[in-house]
């Protein structure tokens, strides 16, 4: 006889992934979370809980997921399952720990992509390999990216992205694009005079193939033979119209990203924080850092972040390019495979390739930090 059970299905994605249409969109992740339900646990009930715009490094500031937290500590649901484990937390350390949790308060956790049913399938070698690798774009890409930022401060150059419109050259001077100068004032056009809106505007241009923001910086870095690694959507989303009607809007939003520099700057200056993630909603914005501050060090942050806003304190805004390393990954499988008998991995285990790949990247990504030390 089959069991039945209740069943909650954990989705998310993050401020980058929100315009994607691949295989980690909400709906694509709800697909394959309810055709797995329906083929493993047949009359079982599923509700669905969701985080957009959310850090997977943090679990404090998802409200989707702390909302179904509760129903897995009360026994409301018996199972938690997510497409993989990146969407259940890029975080090594708190991740096992909060895995830990809900298997002690008796759920059982399923990720569909990793092959893994805990704590049934209780290979905690290959889980804590999992979360290590989901780990790593988070935090070496911020610390990367902040070793940039200030090695181009020391340096007096130039860090501000220009907007769309414009391009800054090589005397380090806004310089207006015509082409898409063009396509401001057709927008303007259409919004002031045909009184179009901000949806229809933005499906006219997609209609029309007229390249979205993005795809014209992919075009001009590509022909300068320089690599582009952002995601690029061929369709022209509404806030981006938005963004270049609504000065006011424009305008707020200045000002919430700039305060949240201002806050992550100070954290980092007094106590070390890193800043791991940001989400720039329609009436708040939050940031998250990777050390829990207490009530006296949020009031202290306040009344600092203040006081820069008071003084009127100068902002650089950074936007630097992406550092490629190439790196011999030559006999890497061969350690994967030595790793992963030395760690009692079991042979069918082994024979996955995809697994042997992953703890390959993971032992180039340990030697080259290595090696930069």
């Keep these: 006889m089959t069991s039945i059970y209740d ?82 937390s890029r975080r090594n350390s708190r991740g096992l720990v909060e895995l830990e949790e809900l298997r002690d308060a008796g759920v059982r956790i399923i990720s ?31 610390k990367k990216v902040k070793n940039v930022i200030r090695r181009r401060q020391l340096d007096g150059e130039w860090i501000c992205a220009a907007p769309y419109g414009y391009i800054i050259n090589d005397c380090n001077e806004f310089e207006i694009v015509p082409t898409e ?7 303007f056009h259409l919004y002031n005079v045909e009184g179009w809106g901000y949806k ?58 700039s305060g949240e520099h201002i806050l992550c700057g100070i954290a980092h200056a007094k106590w070390g924080a890193e800043n791991v993630g940001f989400h720039l909603g329609d009436r708040e914005m939050t940031m998250d850092l990777d050390i829990p501050l207490t009530e006296e060090q949020l009031e202290e942050l306040e009344l600092a972040g203040n006081r820069a806003v ?41 024979r996955d390739k995809a697994v042997v790949d992953k703890i390959a990247a993971t032992i180039i990504l340990e030697d080259y930090l290595q090696y930069r030390q």
């Design 112 to 142: 569909i992509g990793d092959g893994i049913d805990f704590p049934n399938d209780d290979d905690w070698l290959k889980i804590q390999f999992q979360f290590l690798i989901n780990e790593m774009p988070v935090t070496d890409t911020s």
């Design 7 to 88: 069943i909650a299905g954990y989705v998310r994605i993050s401020v980058d992934d929100e315009q994607s249409k691949d295989n980690v969109s909400i709906e694509n992740q709800k697909a394959i979370i309810a055709d797995y339900v329906k083929t493993k646990f047949p009359g079982s009930s599923l509700t669905f809980y969701e985080d957009r715009d959310r850090s997977g490094y943090t679990f404090e500031q998802r409200e989707g997921y702390q909302a179904m937290r509760k129903g897995l500590v009360d026994q409301t649901y018996h199972i938690l399952i997510v497409k993989d484990f990146s969407r259940f």
């Design 310 to 350: 008071w003084a009127n304190t100068a902002i650089t805004a950074a936007y630097p390019d992406k550092e490629v390393v190439f790196y011999d990954e030559r006999f890497t499988s061969v350690l994967a495979h030595r790793a992963m008998i030395d760690g009692g991995m079991k042979k069918m285990a082994r």
């Design 200 to 257: 229809k505007i933005a499906n006219q241009l997609t209609e029309q193939g007229i390249p979205t923001p993005r795809m014209c910086e992919q075009m001009r870095k590509e022909a300068k033979n320089k690599p582009y690694n952002r995601k690029v959507n061929a369709a022209w989303a509404i806030v981006t119209v938005q963004g270049i009607l609504d000065a006011e809007e424009r305008f707020v939003r200045m000002q919430n990203h």
């Design 181 to 187: 100068a063009d396509i401001v004032r057709k927008i």
